[in-house]
């Protein structure tokens, strides 16, 4: 929360947005990198789940048969 404070008041320092896009940008900021870290997450657990489970999209369950 204490990071999301920071955000939020140093937008308009830092990028020089004007005071009345600050909450806009900060909401789009928020929503994009919420977006960004479910699709890496994803693609991680798929990458994770073909190196421990090589046989889980072939149909034999990964017992090894």
Known sequence: ???LAIMYMGI???KKTPADKV???FIVSLIVA???S???GLIMGLI???I???LAGSG???YGL
């Open 1 to 3: 929360m204490y990071g």
């Open 12 to 14: 308009g320092t830092m």
């Open 23 to 25: 909450t806009v940008y």
């Open 34 to 36: 919420i977006v960004v």
């Open 38 to 40: 479910l699709v890496v």
């Open 48 to 50: 994770v789940n073909a």
């Open 52 to 54: 421990y489970n090589p």
């Open 60 to 62: 034999l369950g990964g």
